[in-house]
């Protein structure tokens, strides 16, 4: 066994926590992104979780570690992104308008999408038209919501507690971001799908 991983020396040991939760992300993104690839290639309803860690090459107690379910997993994809935007919103400049930081971060998290092509839009349509997925893929768009409001009313100088604006808010970005995806996913992705968001979120914000 790796000496950082066993706890016996002072170094080793304050090294191990971060390795260790490095290793469990590295596993989570790569079950979550088989996932996806496997329902892409075999359609949803073809692919069993065994199928999944099998790509991964880990046991199936492993993938319930992190997921109950294969539609979760994919889902999880949008999670990592819209908490990326919230945490890169905190570091927006003070002086830019709140419209103009949300709409920039939202859109920066989706430039990825219009490089991948046909395989990328295959991706988002199985999102937004699966009835299971668009279930799972609900939970992170409320999920977000809490947050992207705290972070709303740190900006404004809001409370979050009694203040119903930056909730408001949050739920509208998110509505805007959903919208701005399914029109991207309905014209085959011949618009800029960060373009749409950003448009999506100034008209809301």
Not at 10 to 15: D, N, Q, T
Not at 135 to 164: N, Y
């Amino acid at each position: 066994m790796d000496s950082t991983t066993t706890g016996g020396g002072g170094r080793g040991s304050a090294m191990t926590p971060g390795l260790r939760e490095r290793k469990k992300l590295a596993t989570k993104q790569a079950l979550a992104l088989a996932a996806m690839q496997l329902a892409v290639e075999r359609g949803l309803e073809n692919v069993r979780v065994e199928d999944i860690t099998d790509a991964v090459n880990v046991s199936r107690r492993t993938f319930t570690n992190y997921f109950s379910c294969k539609e979760e997993a994919i889902a999880s994809l949008n999670t990592s992104r819209f908490t990326q935007a919230v945490e890169a919103l905190r570091h927006r400049p003070a002086s830019e308008p709140l419209a103009d930081s949300l709409a920039e971060v939202f859109g920066a998290e989706h430039e990825a999408a219009t490089q991948l092509g046909p395989e990328r839009i295959a991706q988002i349509r199985m999102m937004m038209t699966s009835p299971a997925l668009q279930g799972e893929a609900l939970k992170t768009l409320v999920a977000t919501e809490g947050p992207l409001a705290k972070v709303i009313a740190e900006r404004t100088g809001a409370d979050p507690q009694s203040d119903l604006r930056p909730h408001v808010l949050a739920a509208a970005v998110m509505a805007a971001v959903r919208t701005a995806t399914a029109h991207w996913t309905a014209s085959d992705g011949t618009d800029s799908l960060p373009d749409l968001i950003r448009e999506a979120i100034r008209q809301v914000a």
